[in-house]
């Protein structure tokens, strides 16, 4: 079964910086059909930022300028870079296959930024 699994979340105070990560198995791996998303406590899950086909990248405007979106096809991973964190990043971040429906997530990992 596919399965994805985030790591790197934890708690850092604001302005901190941390690296998360998705490594996908059991299913065909793109960079290009993964999305990082986030949900914080009583709010909708939001989309945070993907890489398209083109090797262009989206951002919401929340984070644009302090996070950065990499993978590596070779090691079926997606990162997520967070620098200057701010507490209002604080969320369970989440990484999601939209290659195909339904789309696949991963369990979440937790990111608490304190000012």
């Known amino acids: 079964q596919v399965q994805l699994v985030e790591s790197g979340g934890g708690m850092v105070q604001a302005g901190g910086s941390l690296r998360l990560s998705c490594a996908a198995s059991?299913?065909?791996?793109?960079?290009?059909?993964m999305r990082w998303y986030r949900q914080a406590p009583g709010k909708q899950r939001d989309l945070v930022a993907f890489?398209?086909?083109?090797?262009?990248?989206y951002y919401a405007n929340s984070v644009k300028g302090r996070f950065t979106i990499s993978g590596d096809n070779t090691k079926n991973t997606l990162y997520l870079q967070m620098n200057d964190l701010k507490p209002e990043d604080t969320a369970v971040y989440y990484c999601?296959?939209?290659?195909?429906?339904?789309?696949?997530w991963g369990q979440g990992t937790q990111v608490t930024v304190s000012s």
């Open positions: 890489i398209t086909s083109g090797g262009g990248t």
């Open positions: 999601a296959d939209v290659s195909r429906a339904p789309t696949r």
């Open positions: 059991g299913s065909i791996f793109s960079i290009y059909g």
